[in-house]
């Protein structure tokens, strides 16, 4: 979802009359030029939501094993102190 708020009430960008209240569009509503150009616009406000399956998906991955320039991975335990 994208959300889109502009400081001046009407203002027109990528064909839209953008409002001062929040606007919620689809992820697909914008082309990336366009998505491009609505970000670089001082007078607008755009946050990208991330859909909420994305997010459940994502949270299974908390933490990855970190590799090293040998491609070694390092050794974490995620224990804190000495046994």
Do not use: N, W
């Not at 406000?45 to 491609?71: L, N, Q, R, Y």
């Amino acid at each position: 979802m994208i959300k889109i708020r502009s400081k001046k009430a009407g203002f027109r960008r990528c064909g839209i009359a953008h409002p001062k209240e929040e606007a919620q569009y689809p992820d697909d509503r914008f082309s990336k030029e366009e998505l491009a150009i609505l970000k670089a616009e001082p007078v607008l406000t755009v946050e990208i939501v991330p859909d909420k399956k994305e997010k459940t998906e994502d949270s299974g991955a908390t933490e990855k094993a970190e590799a090293d320039e040998t491609g070694k991975e390092s050794a974490k335990t995620g224990k804190k102190g000495k046994r």
